[in-house]
């Protein structure tokens, strides 16, 4: 978010300067969600190389094997070439860009190594960083990595094993799991992805399953040996203890305010469980200084903390820019693709809202049979009064397809008014148009109900 809140504010006719001890386009850019989207794709060609004979080519799939060192030097490239970009953009944009850590003496000075610095206004856009929880015994021995770690290793593991079924460790258990490893997933919740909508969540897990991913839930890692050439890990459940051994452990347990070093208790800037405070312009609870992005807390999503810099700095200027938090789409890139946007069904009923719902299965949509990813549910949530209040997709492209349904949430439209536009076929995207005919009980590939 940070370079993006630079960049409009020398549009909006500031001066700007950014610092950055780091490099430049934060965690997403070079080590989140661009490395991950590479090895994802890796992920994808080497499932669709198992599927051969379905597709009736005649090759030895079998003898495919990934060149993990190689994958890993692909992906350091995407994230040059994308990165390299941002530097650029900065410069014919006209911000100065200070090397260094920053240290907030005061509000409206900082210190970047000897030098000092004044400005009306402070950003603060520092991001989040792993956890790596201090209290777990073996938590830190080799192969016990955090994701930005998992990243830059150049082979691939026998047995992973990943603690935390969120959207990082689920993510890396599909790609892993593509790449020949052996995984294990850890959760303490009673299903991974579990704040997804429940008929979405169960669906979900089924399918990791199906896939080879051995999930444990409602399980609690006690402690992480080495044992030999390999780790040991002890949890627990409700049954008892239970013993896992890993060649590498993913910790992926979340995610924490990166904000040491700024000063911020001696500014006496609030924070709550580490995130600074913010109020809806986003400035803290000391004037001229101001925060977006995951230092801010959840959403914790590379697209929220850029719009919130974007909005940030428009509020700066005097204009009345604002994000729909209830408009916030979010992406899982698992096999298939998980993205939802809105309320879920569980959410609108705990707000005694009288929701209605459309649903439309994957298996009967041309486009999805026809390229062999017939495996998914779309699913739309409304109000009484039709108002698209949310949509839940498990599918190929699910990321791609969430963009029209957000801009249905965002602007409150109704179903009938969505139903206006008219979509090709044969697409993917007919998938959203029939889920919202079944919220009126219109749908024309969908079986009547029973009377």
Do not use: W
Not at 101 to 119: D, F, L, W, Y
Not at 131 to 152: F, Y
Not at 169 to 193: D, H, K, N
Not at 277 to 302: C, F, H, R, T
């Amino acid at each position: 978010g940070g370079y993006v809140a630079a960049i409009r504010a020398r549009q909006l006719g500031m001066k700007v300067a950014l610092v950055e001890k780091d490099k430049l386009g934060g965690t997403c850019l070079n080590r989140g969600c661009i490395p991950t989207k590479t090895y994802y794709r890796h992920a994808e060609i080497m499932r669709s190389l198992q599927r051969l004979d379905e597709f009736c080519i005649q090759l030895d799939a079998d003898s495919a094997r990934l060149d993990m060192a190689g994958t890993r030097a692909r992906k350091d490239a995407v994230v040059e070439q994308m990165a390299g970009g941002v530097p650029a953009l900065l410069q014919a944009h006209g911000v100065e860009v200070i090397r260094g850590e920053a240290v907030v003496e005061e509000p409206g000075r900082v210190r970047v190594g000897e030098e000092s610095i004044r400005a009306e206004r402070l950003l603060i856009a520092t991001g989040s960083e792993s956890i790596r929880p201090a209290a777990l015994p073996g938590a830190a021995l080799p192969g016990v990595l955090t994701c930005e770690e998992l990243l830059e290793r150049s082979e691939i593991p026998g047995r992973l094993l990943i603690v935390g079924g969120g959207v990082i460790g689920m993510e890396f258990a599909c790609i892993f799991q593509a790449f020949g490893s052996q995984v294990t997933v850890l959760e303490s919740l009673p299903r991974p992805l579990a704040f997804l909508d429940q008929e979405i969540a169960r669906r979900v897990s089924v399918l990791f399953k199906r896939q080879g991913i051995e999930i444990k839930t409602g399980a609690k890692v006690e402690s992480i040996n080495m044992q030999d050439d390999h780790l040991l890990v002890t949890a627990s459940d409700k049954k008892g203890n239970m013993q896992y051994e890993a060649d590498l452990l993913l910790l992926a347990v979340g995610r924490s305010p990166a904000t040491a070093g700024l000063n911020l208790d001696k500014l006496g800037v609030k924070t709550e469980q580490g995130f600074i405070k913010v109020n809806q312009d986003y400035e803290s609870s000391v004037a001229g200084i101001y925060a977006i992005g995951d230092v801010i807390g959840p959403p914790m999503l590379a697209h929220v903390a850029s719009e919130e810099g974007r909005a940030a700095v428009e509020r700066m200027a005097g204009m009345d820019s604002r994000l729909n938090y209830q408009a916030i789409p979010h992406c899982i890139f698992t096999f298939p693709e998980i993205a939802a946007v809105g309320l879920t069904q569980e959410e609108a009923a705990a707000r005694a809202i009288d929701c209605k719902t459309g649903k439309f299965q994957f298996a009967a949509n041309g486009k999805a049979v026809a390229m062999g990813e017939s495996e998914g549910l779309i699913k739309v949530i409304c109000g009484p009064d039709d108002s698209v209040l949310g949509v839940h997709i498990i599918g190929p492209h699910a990321s791609d397809l969430i963009l029209e349904a957000s801009l249905l949430v965002n602007l409150g439209l109704k179903v009938e008014e969505a139903l206006h536009t008219v979509h090709p076929h044969p697409t993917l995207g007919e998938t959203l148009y029939e889920a919202l005919l079944d919220v009126q009980g219109r749908g024309i590939h969908l079986k009547p109900p029973r009377i």
